[in-house]
C-alpha cells in the first residue's frame, strides 16, 4: 500500500489549522502569546503558523506535539477538527 505524498505547503496549511484548533477549543484555552512563551518563540511566530505564513520549525512542532498529546505527523497531516466531527 503507498503512502500518500503530501507536500510542505499542505502540511503547513494542516497544521495551521490544527494548531488554531487546539489552542482555541481545549479545556484551558492559552492565548497566542502564552503559547509562544512556553515555546520560548516570538509572539508574531504564533500567529504566523496559524495564519500559513511561516516555514515551520522542527522543535516547534515538536514541542507542540508534546504540549497537545499528539504525534508530530499527526499534527502535520490530519485534519484534527474534520476528523472529530466526523466522529460525533
Excluded: C
Excluded at 500518500?4 to 479545556?27: A, G
Excluded at 495564519?51 to 522542527?58: E, M, R
Amino acid at each position: 500500500m503507498e503512502k500518500e505524498i503530501i507536500m510542505e505547503s499542505r502540511m503547513r496549511m494542516v497544521f495551521s489549522e490544527n494548531l488554531r484548533y487546539l489552542r482555541k477549543t481545549r479545556k484551558q484555552k492559552i492565548s497566542q502569546k502564552a503559547l509562544a512563551r512556553y515555546l520560548s518563540l516570538p509572539p508574531k511566530t504564533i500567529m504566523n503558523y496559524e495564519s500559513g505564513n511561516a516555514s515551520l520549525s522542527a522543535y516547534a512542532v515538536y514541542r507542540l506535539a508534546d504540549y497537545y498529546g499528539y504525534p508530530m505527523e499527526v499534527l502535520l497531516t490530519k485534519n484534527l477538527s474534520q476528523e472529530r466531527r466526523n466522529e460525533r
